[in-house]
């Protein structure tokens, strides 16, 4: 019986693994890639990164080493192991949700599959946001071990809490454990079962304790999460509405996977259709889903589908995956398949959608450094004005510390100070003087009064993600950088868009060659 369970097992895992290969095995394709805030930690000195782990307040600084030590690899370290430890995370809940007599084995199939592929924290790609990963899945090893190994179960849940928003996903395992082993109507035993697990009740305690007292964050980040207001928790699930009826997927890419994954669970439809569900899947599903989101949405952190701010959901996917499994099983069959296939389709097609731009996005950095490094006019300007008109993956907006290591990645040094055409006013005013050193890739910069400035477009030579392609394997230019001079008078960001209309004298910048535009 153990042998047959085993391979049931292995089959169990064979599919998870697939379909989440299909999910996120675009990571592999941009194994060197870097991004966002990324950028403030590659290419850097290591008592940069120490001051910058300090100032966050990393508990005995734990994660300015961890950076050290990975950065000494690669970022392809980074991607290999978020592949992996998000994985992982989902074994660990399998295992978690076969303790559940209610969750049949075909729900916990589907429960699992759904919390490893629903399109939700495409953040998780950063190097910035490995802690957070690492966290995850070490809250879901030390929920695994609550009732196997006591010291091991307490050491991953403490690691786990240096994701502050951790701390109210506690809840989940203790109560779990005390719903099991408890007894509401018996004060008695549920007063002896809290003194056996008194050192998993007040480990959050101790750990913000410990925390609050000796960590907190200093300097550009004192303050930093402590922003709270009741009024954020209204505001923040409206906007998170909105974002979802924002979505964008390619249709064709959906009707593909729907039919692929047709063909594979035709075979094996039970794994998806002979369950049933118990309401106290829902109800957990609702509370896992509130304890989620609400230590972001409290201090105004919305979680979202687009721009880094995806990774504010990283603990949405058990809810979400609890309640879409308790809401497919009150349909009829023949329209829940399709419910089924369409979920899975639409996560997978998003998923895979993601990857792709991120891979030309990394492709356009590339090409943007490359092109950099040909201009003697960037080369020679203190201030570099970008106008960024091509697509980004995210629908995301480059930051000032990307432009600048950008250019530190193509000169060598950080003299140049990038931004963006909005941000214009901020830099005349001196906001801005306080990034002027080296974790923001502008150690060497002196602001001016824009008597050396320039203003580059960022122009895409490929609209569309095939002709991209197409251009990419035929090795020929994907951007151009459309260099245009402007006065010393401008003075606003409204004024410099009025002078670019203007402007006759514009070169274009494409391998390496100026040409009249």
């Known amino acids: 019986m153990k042998t047959i369970s085993k391979i049931a097992h ?12 299909l999910a996120h095995g675009g990571i592999f394709f941009i194994s060197d890639a870097i991004y966002w805030d990324d950028w403030a930690l590659w290419n850097h000195q290591s008592n940069s990164i120490m001051e910058l782990s300090n100032m966050i307040g990393s508990m005995f600084n734990l994660l300015g080493y961890l950076h050290i030590s990975m950065l000494s690899i690669g970022p392809w ?14 074994i660990f809940l399998w295992f978690i949700l076969r ?13 699992v599959l759904l919390f490893l592929i629903l399109p939700l924290n495409s953040a998780r790609i950063t190097m910035a946001t490995f802690l957070y990963t690492l966290c995850y899945f070490s809250f879901f090893a030390g929920w695994y071990f609550l009732e196997k190994n006591r010291l091991l179960a307490i050491c991953f849940f403490f690691f786990s809490f240096n994701t502050n928003s951790m701390l ?20 008695k035993k549920d007063w002896q079962l809290g003194l ?10 101790v750990f913000f304790s410990i925390k609050n007292i000796f960590f907190r964050p200093y300097g550009l980040y004192e303050g930093y ?15 998170m509405g909105i974002d979802l009826t924002q979505l964008d997927v ?61 990774r504010h959901q990283l603990l949405m996917p058990l809810g979400s995956a609890l309640i879409l499994t308790w809401a497919f099983n009150y349909f009829p069959e023949t329209v829940r398949r399709q419910l089924i296939m369409f979920v899975i389709g639409l996560s997978l097609a998003f998923n895979i959608q993601v990857y792709s731009h991120l891979f030309m996005d990394w492709q356009k950095q590339k090409s943007i450094i490359s092109l950099l490094g040909d201009s003697d006019e960037i080369k020679n300007a203190n201030l570099v004005i970008f106008m960024d008109d091509s697509e980004n993956a995210l629908k ?14 193509a000169y060598s040094d950080e003299k140049r100070f990038g931004l963006n055409m909005s941000e214009v006013n901020k830099y005349i005013t001196g906001e801005f003087d306080i990034y002027f050193i080296e974790r923001y890739n502008a150690g060497t910069h002196i602001r001016s009064e824009l008597e050396n400035k320039i203003i580059v477009q960022v122009a895409p030579l490929a609209k569309d993600f095939f002709r991209k392609c197409k251009k990419m394997f035929e090795k020929k230019p994907m951007y151009e950088l459309r260099i245009i001079s402007s006065s010393s008078r401008v003075v606003t960001s409204h004024s410099l868009l009025k002078s670019l209309s203007t402007v006759k004298g514009t070169t274009k910048l494409t391998q390496g060659k100026y040409e009249q535009y």
């Not at 995301?396 to 990645?409: G, P, S, V």
């Open 225 to 239: 999460n402590t922003h709270f207001n009741i009024k954020n928790l209204v505001a923040s699930p409206l906007y």
């Open 168 to 187: 109210v996903f506690y809840i989940l395992p203790i109560s779990e454990w005390f719903l099991r082993n408890g007894n509401i109507l018996n004060i």
């Open 10 to 21: 292995i089959e169990t895992f064979a599919y998870l693994g697939f379909f989440y290969l």
């Open 396 to 409: 995301r907006t480059y930051r000032f510390y990307e432009w600048n290591a950008l250019m530190k990645m």
């Open 99 to 111: 303790r559940q007599c209610w969750i049949s084995k075909e729900a916990r199939f589907l429960i």
């Open 196 to 205: 056996q697990k008194l050192d998993f009740i007040l480990l959050p305690f």
């Open 250 to 310: 390619s249709v064709l890419l959906l009707i593909i996977i729907m039919f692929c994954g047709f063909l594979i669970f035709r075979k094996h439809k039970q794994m998806l259709l002979s369950y049933t569900t118990d309401n106290r899947i829902l109800y957990s599903g609702i509370i896992a889903f509130f304890c989620g989101i609400f230590p972001y949405c409290l201090i105004g952190k919305t979680p979202t589908f687009y721009e880094w701010t995806s």
């Open 77 to 90: 370290l980074y991607k290999i192991l978020i592949f992996v430890l998000m994985f992982f995370s989902g």
